[in-house]
Nanobody, 128 residues
Framework: VQLQASGGGLVQAGGSLRLSCAASGRTLSSYAMAWFRQAPGKEREFVAAISWSGSTPYYADSLKGRFTISRDNAKNTVYLQMNSLKPEDTAVYYC??????????????????????WGQGTLVTVSS
């Protein structure tokens, strides 16, 4: 599986960006997909995830209400809409594919090391 993230860039505080992550090499409609981020000098942190069906999104508590994850299984793509951006949102954003296997599908459960495939990351810089 290859994941190509795009949509990052420089934006002023209060602005919006929409990240995309297109997958190739495998149909991902049965897998959970997620976004993580890593700010300079900090550990990678969870941002959002969505299970195979797209019916239930999950967010880091601090990001609820500003970020929205969605997916288009027909396009093998996951999105992250980021609104009301803050300078502390500055980071490299990574998409990931995986999940916990339950009854033939993959769900996000929050278990450690749940995601197996990672994209190369896209840089988001929010200026104050």
């Amino acid at each position: 599986v290859q994941l190509q993230a795009s949509g990052g860039g420089l934006v002023q505080a209060g602005g919006s960006l929409r990240l995309s992550c297109a997958a190739s090499g495998r149909t991902l409609s049965s897998y959970a997909m997620a976004w993580f981020r890593q700010a300079p000098g900090k550990e990678r942190e969870f941002v959002a995830a969505i299970s195979w069906s797209g019916s239930t999104p999950y967010y880091a508590d601090s990001l609820k209400g500003r970020f929205t994850i969605s997916r288009d299984n027909a396009k093998n793509t996951v999105y992250l809409q980021m609104n009301s951006l803050k300078p502390e949102d500055t980071a490299v954003y990574y998409c990931a594919v995986g999940g916990t296997y339950i009854n033939g599908k993959y769900y996000y459960t929050g278990a450690p090391n749940e995601f197996n495939y990672w994209g190369q990351g896209t840089l988001v810089t929010v200026s104050s």
